[in-house]
Nanobody, 119 residues
């Protein structure tokens, strides 16, 4: 059974940090590109960051220099380190698993974790 389970969301003050984790099972994690998306209320999901199976990364412009995506193939887990958080980062964050190509198409999704940046 394929599972992607996000954790690490919560309430944080502006300027603070959070680390999101996505633990996976039921997939060959090391062969897949992984990504984090986010969704603002009333909006479509947008790609925040992605990492290929070889470690290539890309980020949406608004998070460059603040967010870092990483993966631990031994733990089948992908992370999103979020620093210098801003109120406009408030959203539901979703983990996604893609194919073996790069850039990837993402077809497996977690249920999401909420991030609220507020004083």
């Amino acid at each position: 059974q394929v599972q992607l389970v996000e954790s690490g969301g919560g309430l944080v003050q502006p300027g603070g940090s959070l680390r999101l984790s996505c633990a996976t099972s039921g997939i060959v994690f090391s062969l897949r590109a992984m990504a984090w998306y986010r969704q603002f209320p009333g909006k479509q999901r947008e790609l925040v960051a992605a990492i290929s199976r070889g470690g290539n990364r890309n980020y949406t412009d608004s998070v460059k220099g603040r967010f870092t995506i990483s993966r631990d193939n031994a733990k089948n887990t992908v992370y999103l380190q979020m620093n210098s958080l801003k109120p406009e980062d408030t959203a539901d964050y979703y983990c996604a698993a893609g194919g073996t190509s790069w850039p990837a198409q993402y077809d497996l999704w977690g249920r999401g974790t909420q991030v609220i940046v507020s004083s």
